[in-house]
């Protein structure tokens, strides 16, 4: 990538006023956009853990109810978040926009039902499919049939309880 392929996006006031202003030097943003790109990490090891945190939030959800399944919800949604922010930097993007679904869908959700838990472990259990097999680079065809089976899920169950369904950020 030369100097000229860097696009500098300016910064709104709100995001000013959280972190300050200055430049940063061009080749700085342009090493870090090297990093990005040239990326070797290994993400399977930081998935599983994302993904051990997941059974764990399925299991603690099917282990509670009333209120306290609603409390446990959130330990669900962060480690879709987590897989969410960091899949598409380790060159997953079928991981990341699987999580952006299911996280949309969980934040449509009060409390989470029994539906809730099966259509998050199925999805837990498709996203160890993927990382396992390496399922990296392109979404490619079989990728966009596990994003529509995965907004199919979603559009059920959205059905099912007469939820309006969220659109996908």
Same mark, same amino acid.
Request: with cysteine; hydrophobic share 40%.
């Given at each position: 990538?030369? =100097?000229?392929?860097?696009?500098?996006?300016?910064?709104?006031?709100?995001?000013?006023?959280?972190?300050?202003?200055?430049?940063?030097?061009?080749?700085?943003?342009?090493?870090?956009?090297?990093?990005?790109?040239?990326?070797?990490? %290994?993400?399977?090891?930081?998935?599983?853990?994302?993904?051990?945190?997941?059974? $764990?939030?399925?299991?603690?959800? =099917?282990?509670?109810?009333? %209120?306290?399944?609603?409390?446990?919800?959130?330990?669900?949604?962060?480690?879709?978040? +987590?897989?969410?922010?960091?899949?598409?930097?380790?060159?997953?993007?079928?991981?990341?926009?699987?999580?952006?679904?299911?996280?949309?869908?969980?934040?449509?959700?009060?409390?989470? +039902?029994? +539906?809730?838990?099966? *259509?998050?472990?199925?999805?837990?259990?498709?996203?160890?499919? *993927?990382?396992?097999?390496?399922?990296?680079?392109? *979404?490619? =065809?079989?990728?966009?049939?596990?994003? $529509?089976?995965?907004?199919?899920?979603?559009?059920?169950?959205?059905?099912?309880? $007469?939820?309006?369904?969220?659109?996908? =950020?």
């Amino acid at each position: 990538m030369s =100097q000229s392929d860097v696009k500098i996006i300016k910064a709104n006031k709100n995001l000013k006023e959280k972190v300050g202003t200055g430049d940063i030097a061009a080749t700085r943003v342009e090493a870090s956009q090297n990093m990005i790109e040239n990326n070797e990490v %290994d993400f399977e090891p930081m998935a599983a853990e994302f993904l051990d945190a997941l059974a $764990d939030g399925v299991k603690h959800c =099917q282990g509670t109810a009333g %209120d306290e399944r609603t409390a446990a919800l959130q330990s669900m949604v962060k480690p879709v978040m +987590d897989l969410k922010a960091n899949a598409q930097m380790f060159g997953y993007p079928l991981v990341t926009e699987l999580a952006n679904i299911m996280l949309n869908f969980l934040e449509s959700v009060e409390t989470p +039902d029994n +539906d809730v838990i099966a *259509i998050v472990d199925a999805h837990r259990k498709t996203l160890m499919l *993927i990382i396992k097999s390496k399922m990296s680079g392109p *979404i490619g =065809q079989k990728g966009m049939v596990l994003i $529509d089976e995965l907004k199919k899920a979603c559009a059920r169950y959205y059905a099912k309880k $007469d939820i309006e369904e969220k659109p996908t =950020q």
